[in-house]
């Protein structure tokens, strides 16, 4: 596969990080002259039914957190198809993941996870009130910021109430933080 260079108007800048559903690049957006993280999902090899399932989660993580304007949670900007690869366009988030603080400190103080807590809580509560189940919370998906702010990222398993994706059965979210 060719290095991506684009997707949509966002030009790709450099790779941030891979996981098993895609790709998140630091990119650009020429039109609004701001940095941007764009998460693309792999879908080489999924039969034509198994993009459309792909892309439909990836559409539903946009809309999940695009009606959730908290300042804990992520901002979607764009959802968008180009050339066969699904992309988001979002906040560009200075920081490290809550994964990554825990895996270099092993215990944090009270007074470092209190307010860690308390904004992850702001963020699921705002998410509830708009009948939105995030279903994948884990320290890989909280964003901690140089300025302290938290942010909960990774709606792509959401569930909205009044929608009910799940199909019965369908399991769906990291085993270990269930």
């Given at each position: 596969m060719a290095a991506l260079t684009k997707a949509g108007r966002y030009q790709i800048v450099s790779e941030l990080g891979r996981g098993s559903m895609g790709i998140v690049y630091r990119g650009f957006d020429p039109i609004i002259n701001r940095t941007v993280a764009?998460?693309?999902m792999l879908t080489e090899g999924l039969t034509p039914q198994e993009?459309?399932?792909y892309k439909a989660r990836f559409q539903r993580e946009a809309q999940a957190a695009g009606i959730l304007a908290h300042?804990?949670?992520i901002t979607i900007y764009d959802f968008g198809e180009d050339a066969g690869i699904l992309y988001l366009a979002m906040e560009f988030l200075e920081g490290k993941s809550l994964e990554?603080?825990?895996?270099e400190q092993t215990i944090?103080?009270?007074e470092t996870i209190l307010p860690i807590y308390d904004q992850v809580c702001g963020a699921l509560d705002q998410a509830?009130?708009?009948k939105i189940v995030h279903r994948d919370i884990k320290p890989a998906n909280i964003m901690l910021l140089q300025n302290g702010t938290v942010k909960v990222t990774d709606f792509g398993i959401a569930k909205m109430m009044s929608t009910g994706m799940t199909q019965a059965g369908m399991i769906l979210g990291t085993p270990n933080y269930m």
């Open positions: 764009i998460k693309t993009f459309q399932e300042p804990n949670i990554k603080v825990v895996q944090l103080p009270i509830h009130v708009h």
